[in-house]
């Protein structure tokens, strides 16, 4: 093999792309690839100063009063507001829920504030508002508090949405990315794709022969089922923006470990497929709302696949890799036929390929 | 579309791969043409996959990787005007001009958008007719077609604020390129199925005999890929070159003449730039003279800007498969998949950051087998 040239030392190799390439926000900081960590890592983290949010996860975990608090937010900002399968409503509810649920905790509270813009009809609203009392009900939680604002016509795009939740995390459970070990079966909850997909055929108007309706669905009762078989589940994560890829990344840096993947363990649906085959996209990178992905020791990976597969949640479950002490925060698929490639942490937004 | 899978089966790969083992001899070079034969080798490991005697040299063939520095500044000046709507391809948005990219543009208030065929622009030009509505037409003789039909539409509608920013390339003048530069090392060819099912294979024999190269139309699944190399393989170890259809059911000899027609009315040859090679006599289209009109250079007085690429960058000798990506200089400090200095570390298939991705997880794990341990271009 050529020697690396002089200059070159593999230990800077993970790209350190300062900021100061961009002096302005683009889209791809709110990708949820490596643009949306810089932001996190480089402004966000050093502004605050506070080690909790160091751990970069997708809730805190707090101390407070006696009990292990998870606290979470996200806001909302989808186009367009109403698509196959749900609402923006659903996915405030359920993202917030999911991220909550992803440390382990038994959501309880939220709180939703809405961002309207000059001249949106109220019915919009109502059925925005409709759909997360219904969600919330689902899942179980209580949308405990909120607040309005509205912008003048031309300066939002319609309705945002931003809610926060709190839940109880159990004793004797420690979920978060760090804690990945070589040997970790890497399972994820059931197809992928199917969100990203649906959004895009409803955005660009594309047409993939069937109805593809997003994922979208609380994830916490499929947790606590988890946790009832072992409350020993290393990492759990669902993967939104950025898609599994992105996912799997953060974990494999978070643990200075690998993930290897078998490429064809992991469920794609036909129409995910062909859309992503379509549109030059890959299934890894596509966004869910109703999935997970989890790392459990090796010892409990049948049972909690199968506590999985008996919940609805999970009915479409599967192991799709193991965690590596090879290649440390790198993720790699063993492709079907039998080779290897890397699947890297996706820049910004995924686009569409000409060729 | 389930019949892919057919050409997806680990059984029959195996099959091949054993086939193309025991023909193979001696070591030899081949080129897949097509950025999207690349990305396919890549996403399924194939070149890992091969006797060691057979490397694969990915070509200039990624329509995105190749669009020169000059056209991409020309683009990023016209998208930042107020009047306009400057509508691409998604994957253009990321590539570099000089100092910036269209998303840059975007951010500072540009209005880009990404389309999925010039005739959605074409539809954004009619809905608004007080804006400037202007596609980037770039790609091979693929996406040549529905470039000139857009242009054909907006004339017979009579649309004035519709225009192209043109950056077409052409495979066979790149081949002829290749060949006649000293040092080069390909053997043969997989010639690109899409290109060729528009153009038909008409190009192709001339070039197989003047360079005494097998040139194999080939698709784009992981066993047409195979079955082409399979053939390339063959034919070299007969010590034959003729041009040889591997991918009929897409493919014929006569190509799409309506599409060719619609080309022939619509654009004419002209000399183009490669980013990372270079100019190349008679390698591109331009809009013809009848339709100056609807030509985005013209109409925005862009034709002045020139841009000069980064002198450090040797992408164009990678691309010709002379030199490894990390015999650069530049390789993994100035230029890196995040800060790409050309065309090969642009592309997430591009030789060079599909080296760098390896690299890193080798160097992550020393006793890492397989690709990376090949001495080969660019993954293995």
Sequence with gaps: MAELAETVDPANWTCPAPLRDQPVVVMGHGGGGALSA???????????????????????????????????????????????????????????????????????????????????????????????????????????????????????????????????????????????????????????????????????????????????????????????????????????????????????????????????????????????????????????????????????????????RAHPQGAGAALIGECVADHPGMVVVATGLGGTRVVDLPLGEQLPRIC | MKYIDEFNDPALARRLLEEIRATVTRPWALMEVCGGQTHSIIRHGIDQLLPEQVELIHGPGCPVCVTPLEVIDKALEIASRPDVIFCSFGDMLRVPGTGRDLFRVKGEGGDVRVVYSPLDALELARRN????????????????????????????????????????????????????????RVQGFLAAGHVCSVMGTAEYPRLAERFGVP?????????????????????????EHRVENAYPRAVREDGNPAAVRMIEEVFEVTDRNWRGIGPIPDSGWRLTEAFRAYDAEHRFQVTDIRTEEPAECRAGEVLQGLIKPTECGAFGTSCTPRTPLGATMVSSEGACAAYYLYRRMNAATPQATGAADKEMNPVG
Excluded: W
Aim: hydrophobic content about 50%.
């Design chain 2, 129 to 184: 007719p007080d804006r400037e509505v202007v596609f980037f037409a770039i790609g091979f003789e693929t996406t040549a077609p529905a470039n000139a039909m857009a242009v054909h539409q907006a004339r017979r509608l009579g649309l004035t604020n519709f225009s192209l920013l043109v950056s077409h390339v052409r495979v066979p003048p790149a081949v002829e390129a290749i060949m006649t530069a000293p040092a080069c």
């Design chain 2, 215 to 239: 040139l194999v139309v080939t698709g784009f699944e992981p066993l047409d890929i195979l079955e082409g190399i399979r053939r390339a393989v063959r034919q070299l170890e007969r010590g």
């Design chain 1, 38 to 308: 810089e932001l996190m890592e480089q402004i966000f983290a050093p502004a605050y100063g506070n080690p909790t949010l160091a751990a970069l996860a997708d809730s805190a975990v707090l101390e407070l009063g006696g009990a292990r608090l998870a606290f979470s937010t996200d806001s909302y900002v989808v186009r367009p507001l109403f698509f196959p399968g749900g609402s923006l409503g659903d996915l405030a509810v359920n993202g917030t829920v999911n991220d909550l649920a992803m440390s382990g905790a038994r959501p309880a509270y939220l709180s939703a504030a809405f961002v309207l813009e000059e001249g949106v009809e109220l019915t919009v609203v109502e059925r925005i508002a409709r759909a997360m009392g219904a969600a919330a009900e689902t899942a179980g939680v209580a949308i405990a508090t909120g607040d309005t604002k509205v912008v003048e016509s031309g300066h939002g795009d319609g309705v945002y949405v931003t809610t926060a939740g709190v839940g109880l995390v159990p004793d004797g459970v420690d979920i978060r990315p760090q804690r990945a070990r070589p040997g970790d079966a890497v399972i994820v909850s059931g197809p992928i794709g199917l969100h990203g997909v649906a959004i895009m055929s409803v955005r660009e108007g594309l047409e993939f022969g069937v109805e593809l309706a997003s994922d979208t669905a609380p994830l916490a009762d499929l947790v606590a089922s988890m946790l009832a078989v072992t409350p020993d589940i290393h990492v759990l994560r669902d993967p939104t923006r950025g898609g599994l890829a992105a996912a799997l990344n953060e974990i494999a840096r978070a643990s200075a470990t690998g993930v290897r993947l078998q490429e064809r363990a992991i469920p794609v649906p036909d129409a995910v497929a062909n859309a992503c085959g379509f549109l030059g996209l890959d299934p890894l990178y596509v966004a869910n709302e109703g999935r997970l992905v989890a790392f459990v020791p090796p010892t409990e990976a049948e049972e909690v696949l199968s506590a999985m």
